[in-house]
């Protein structure tokens, strides 16, 4: 299973964008849809995920700010990023988990994205 990560970009303070994450390949059903971010100097931390039946959780630094998403039918999770800071500079990449499907079987996976760049700078 494939993810295609995209919607990176610079913005101002106070700004916002929109990244989307598309799964592609052999894929039974999708669980659990997330993204986390990667500061420089620092660990990978969830910032929001969104299960099957639309139940979502968030970090506490984001919430209010951040809206996740998912379009069941396109496989592509959404993170609408609103009031963005500075500190919410970092390498966002989304994780998506779930149940593949191939000759022998089924399988259960859990996918990266390659990493999108966002930047938060006056």
């Known amino acids: 299973v494939q993810l295609q990560a995209s919607g990176g970009g610079l913005v101002q303070p106070g700004g916002s964008l929109r990244l989307s994450c598309a799964a592609s390949?052999?894929?039974?059903?999708?669980?659990?849809m997330g993204w986390y971010r990667q500061a420089p100097g620092k660990q990978r931390e969830l910032v929001a995920a969104?299960?099957?039946?639309?139940?979502?959780n968030y970090a506490h630094s984001v919430k209010g700010r951040f809206t996740i998403s998912r379009d069941n039918a396109k496989n592509t999770v959404y993170l609408q990023m609103n009031s963005l800071k500075p500190e919410d500079t970092a390498v966002y990449y989304c994780?998506?988990?779930?149940?593949?499907?191939?000759?022998?079987?089924?399988?259960?996976?859990?996918?990266w994205g390659q990493g999108t760049l966002v930047t938060v700078s006056s």
């Open positions: 390949g052999s894929i039974f059903s999708i669980n659990v």
């Open positions: 969104v299960s099957t039946g639309g139940s979502t």
């Open positions: 994780n998506v988990q779930g149940v593949g499907v191939r000759s022998s079987g089924y399988y259960d996976f859990a996918s």
